[in-house]
């Protein structure tokens, strides 16, 4: 296995820039996922590693060499693919078998490599079986298969999960996941389903516009997004994002929502907002961050539920406050009916705030 070194990658079509100046490393062994909305640049970063298209401008490095120029085919990759192509008429043994067939290795190296990654993704039983005789996520596993025997210094995977449906995306999520921690393989997985994305990865490269946006374990992005767009991007339901104005009232630091409401803020939150360069801040809150109350509370602010969603385990409300949607969790024993008023009550450690203008999380000194 190898790392992989992107340095100010950038890929431009005409006068598009579709990759900008992504600085990235990805660990020996580590799994990093590349996230973002469609069309954010996801697959172009990782066509350029493969060298399936010609960078721009910048350097690709696999393990300890640069290989910008070099050819796709001795770039020491494999990639699987959302749709995975294999070969109908072949057996599932004769698929993982051709690239190696390709290479010309000998027969009895072959047989063992096939053997061995059948046994690693727990197909052997499958070996004699045609493509069209196995479910969607058998047919997953033979092409992650093909990539296995390659043993590659990195995997390349780019939504391989996207044609499956959700229950066998899930049961493949888990499968992969087990891959790469028994291979310990450098993997480098583009998905645009953030869930995918927190799941699986050691860290995300969250992308955005062909920026880099945030570059870290899941756990950092979801707790310290460093703007709002990270912030709405990654967990769901989306932290609400609500738009509010920083005062000075009796000379404690509060926010005021456009209904009129104030909330105090505790002194690290007061910090940060005092760094703002507009009296126009964003307030965030995750939905299980919020405490819904039926009765007015100190410190809560009134609102009125919008939509109740029950899913079972656990139910969603929505809010309408200051022009905003807020979702908040409740037990499913708490019912809440659509127009009833309710006051929510923020958790002051668990707030995020952002600048109004550039959008960016704001910072305590
Ligand atoms: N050959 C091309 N010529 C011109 N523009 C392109 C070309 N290939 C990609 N683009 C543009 O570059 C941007 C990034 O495309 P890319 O395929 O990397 O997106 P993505 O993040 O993989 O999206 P998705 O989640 O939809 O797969 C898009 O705006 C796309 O239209
Ligand atoms: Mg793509």
Redesign the pocket.
Known sequence: MAHVVLTDLV?T??N?K??NDVTLTVGDGEFVA?V????????????LIAGL?PITSGEIAIGDRVVNDVDPKDRDIAMVFQNYALYPQKSVYKNLAFPLQMRKLPRAEIDRKVKDAARVLDMTHLLERKPRELSGGQQQRVALGRALVRDPAVFLM??PLSNLDAKLRVQMRSEIKRFHQDLKATIIY?T?DQLEAVTMADRMAV?KG?FLQQYDSPAQVFAHPVNMFVASFIGSPAMSLIPVEARTVDGRAVLTGAEGWTMALSPLNARKVRNSTTKKVVLGARHSTIKLHRNAMPDAIPAKAYTVEPTGDVTFVQALLSGATVNISVPPNVVVQPDEPIWLEFDQERLHLFDGETEIALMAD
């Open positions: 890929k079509y005409g598009f579709a990759v590349l973002g909305p469609s069309g954010c640049g996801k697959t172009t970063t990782l066509n298209i780019d939504e583009v645009h992308m062909g």
